[in-house]
């Protein structure tokens, strides 16, 4: 029989599923150490009623012993008793058989019987003497009564050879012979008395031995019911030894169960523990090497747009102005000239990847100091402050519109088509030459170019800022789904399309591309 707190721990892990069999073991393991504490109370109840029935069966049994004991003593008192009463009714039958030879010798008696008045407790005791004696005198008066008839048989056989001589003598003897007659008439009647006596006596017996009969038959009623009793008691000690013999086989093999899965639980446990430890160096290892990445490319920044910059000019015939070439003070990053006129991109990014929402105070700081190179007439009123993408998600604007000229926040990939609408808008010099016509599709198409250029930066910084959220959630991912990602993570790799310098990007090739892609989503829509 499996307890009912085991029974419903083991129905309640059948019905976990995966999920809340990988991620809620906190809560199994509460309640399994609830149903193995309910376990143990209820073995020790059983341990209880188990010795509480030994100590009730040890006490039955004992009375069981005791009540033998007294029934057999009672069957060796009442052999003693019935022994006794068939010797005392030989004895007085043989007394009779004696008294009625002696009738004559026995006058004596009525003495002694005045004399033995007494209580009818203490008259018992002196009947038994009484008998005794009476017994003794029988004994000598039936030897006296043989003697007297065998000399009154001779003195009648010699009668007649003495009558005359023996007249006195048979005279004495008929007196002797009378006082004889006379005593045994009293005799006859104390014997009488006696047997009366002996019949109160008897009956008396009779009554003891019926109410001795009734005691008896009461107690073997009784010892049949508490026999009765004990074998019922005997069975139910039985069936509780062999019910908790079964308790005991199921309790040791529930324990063994249980061991084994709380083994296997810590085991899951630690092996759990460590996953956990293992994916959070992991991701501390990735977080650290990402801030070195980014430090590093960073740290790049500076080189790495100067180098685009170089391409970009070569690529698009741009005129790259080298810091010696420059004609006035200061040494900027990067200078393009376009037309007659120096365009200023300065590369700017973080110090300390750590110190990331400094960042904007940073560009502000340097936006105002653009002011010492925006002071020359051919040197143009927008500088280009060129940033990294990974540092949008902590910009809120991207223009500073100071009193003489104004700063752009752009990011290295912005840097093609600004330069092309800087070069566009060279081509249009003389716009006062220009029709109204061609000065209003100018305008439209630098508008249009610069919001687009604008709602780029926000979607890529609307996107980043997501994708960040997004990517943090990964701590609400179970630690096994999060190490299998990793595992993931670190296989993929995405390879975009390459830029390649001798090649131009023809717009007709990214309309078709567009085209195809919008061809795919309206017929997985369709299909869905």
């Known amino acids: 029989m499996i307890p009912s707190s085991l029974s419903e721990f083991i129905t309640y892990l059948r019905s976990l599923g995966l999920f809340k069999r990988l991620f809620s073991w906190k809560q199994v393991i509460s309640r399994a150490e609830n149903a193995y504490a309910q376990y143990l109370s209820e073995t020790e109840e059983a341990n209880r009623r188990y010795q509480e029935l030994e100590q009730r069966f040890g006490r039955i049994s004992g009375e069981l012993q005791r009540e033998l004991q007294r029934t057999s003593s009672l069957e060796g008192l009442r052999d003693a008793e019935r022994k006794a009463s068939e010797n005392l009714r030989d004895r007085f039958e043989i007394t009779a058989r004696e008294l009625e030879t002696a009738r004559g010798k026995l006058f004596g008696i009525e003495r002694m019987r005045e004399e033995q008045s007494i209580a009818e407790l203490e008259r018992r005791k002196e009947e038994t003497e009484r008998y005794q004696r009476l017994e003794t005198k ?3 008066l039936a030897e006296e009564l043989t003697a007297a008839k065998g000399k009154i048989a001779a003195l009648e056989g010699a009668r007649e050879e003495q009558n005359y001589a023996e007249a006195e003598r048979r005279k004495e003897e008929r007196e002797r012979y009378l006082n004889l007659e006379t005593a045994f008439n009293e005799l006859t009647e104390n014997l009488t008395w006696a047997k009366g006596q002996i019949a109160a006596l008897e009956s008396l017996r009779d009554e003891q031995l ?12 009784k010892y049949l019911e508490l026999k009765e009793n004990q074998d019922t008691v005997t069975q139910d000690l039985i069936a509780a030894k062999e019910q908790i013999s079964a308790y005991e086989s199921v309790r040791e093999e529930q324990t063994a169960e249980y061991s084994r899965k709380i083994e296997r639980i810590n085991t899951l446990y630690d092996q759990l523990k460590s996953d956990r430890e293992t994916l959070a160096n992991e991701q501390m290892d990735c977080l650290v090497r990402k801030q070195e990445e980014l430090a590093v490319s960073w740290q790049k920044h500076e080189s790495e747009v100067a180098e685009s910059i170089r391409t970009i000019c070569r690529k698009h015939d741009f005129v790259w102005c080298e810091k010696c070439e420059y004609p006035h003070p200061g040494t900027p990053d990067n200078v393009v000239l376009i037309g007659k006129m120096y365009t200023i991109f300065d590369a700017k990014s973080p110090k300390n990847p750590e110190e990331l929402e400094n960042f904007p105070t940073y560009l502000k700081t340097q936006a105002e100091a653009m ?3 925006c002071k020359y007439d051919d040197v143009r009123m927008e500088v280009f402050l060129v940033v990294p993408s990974s540092t949008l998600e902590v910009l809120t604007t991207y223009h500073y519109d100071l009193a003489e000229y104004v700063v752009y926040i752009i990011t290295p990939e912005a840097l093609t088509p600004i330069l092309q609408i800087l070069r566009q808008i060279e081509n249009y010099e003389f716009t006062d030459t220009m029709s109204p016509e061609d000065q209003d599709k100018l305008c439209r198409f630098i508008g249009k170019l610069s919001h687009a ?12 800022r997501e994708l960040i959220d997004a990517l943090r959630g990964i701590d609400a991912i179970p630690e096994d789904f999060a190490a299998e990602i990793g595992k993931y993570e670190q296989k993929a790799k995405l390879n975009p399309p390459m830029e390649k310098r001798v090649k131009i990007i023809e717009i007709e090739d990214v309309e078709n591309e567009v085209k195809r892609m919008e061809t795919e989503i309206a017929v997985r829509t369709a299909v869905e």
């Open 371 to 373: 002011k010492k190179y």
């Open 210 to 221: 019926s109410a001795e009969a009734a005691r008896r038959k009461e107690e073997a009623e």
């Open 138 to 140: 029988s004994l000598l």
């Open 453 to 464: 250029t604008k709602r780029k930066i926000q979607i890529d910084t609307y996107f980043s």
